[in-house]
């Protein structure tokens, strides 16, 4: 596994104020969040509207879940991270590990599971640690077993250097 230098901003835990800057990124985020739930109640309505619309919707979302799914990430691929949001509680976020901090890793915005409310920011955050331990490391795989030729290959490959041979004898004796 490649080594990561974790970044963190501020200390969660402790007490922290509110910079401009923050308050500025959570308005951003409201508004965008408002954008996205304006955009989901249209498509929710013209889905009502049409049933072939709802149903290449469902399988679309199938599709994406079965992707998700099988990028499933192994626990010590994944870091933990201590944040504080815009509300001021503290949560615990998980990223891949080689993202070097939680924003980065898409944790633009989240949900606050106090005040439940969404699109709130992360302004302090630590790295906790991995999720699991790595597992020891394992016996190097095995080479895979030489491919067997056909026949049939074999054959073409004989002529073809009886080919070069022939040419290479008749450029010598030219
Ligand atoms: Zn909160």
Redesign the pocket.
Known sequence: MREVEYRSNGVPLEEYTLSRWDHRRQKQSEETSERVQQQVDEDNAKCRADPARAERRRQAFETVARLMQSFKKQDHEITRWRVR?Y???IIETEAHYTYTDPIDAGGYSKR?P??R?DG?TIVAFEPIGLRGEPPEAREPAPPPPPKKSSRAELERRVTALERENERLRAELNG
């Open positions: 949001l509300c001021g509680h606050c106090e005040c409310k709130l």
